[in-house]
């Protein structure tokens, strides 16, 4: 009976901790921004929902789309990846926006009523930590 119930609680206990560690995306917001003088763009996620609005002032109406199945199940991978604490200090691969060479990107995620926030970096060229992530929230606003 005590090797049933050790059994037992190993397998309950360990299946919680480990559910504990990782994001959830329905108690999360993804919005990334990229803009230039000329160009415009924010993507934002939440509840499998994906709006891209290319309107600084915000006089367009952007219009939600339904992420797929499959889409959503790969972005999930990813953000459950993302360290949500060390996004602040995270490290520009390329500087191509302090002269024009790319857009100014940034990465928001509010999760759990909390905000992380990504230090400035160049659109399409996101810190490796987090380019999977970044690159899929991008192939939404391709479509």
Known sequence: MKLFAMIFLS????????SQ????????????????????QKITIQNQMVTVSKDRSGNDTP????????NWKELVGYFEAV??????????????RFHDGAAIANLKIVYKDKTYET?????????????KLVDKINSFAKK
Not at 83 to 96: I, Q, V, Y
Not at 119 to 131: L, M, R, V
């Open 11 to 18: 397998v309950f206990l360990g299946k919680s901790c480990s």
């Open 21 to 40: 560690t990782k994001n959830d995306m329905k108690d999360a917001v993804l919005e990334y921004t990229a803009n230039t003088r000329g160009f415009y």
């Open 119 to 131: 230090t400035a970096f160049d659109h399409g060229y996101p810190p490796e930590a987090i380019k």
């Open 83 to 96: 360290k949500l604490d060390s996004l602040a200090t995270l490290k520009a691969p390329t500087e191509k």
């Open 63 to 70: 219009v939600a789309t339904k992420i797929s199945d499959k």
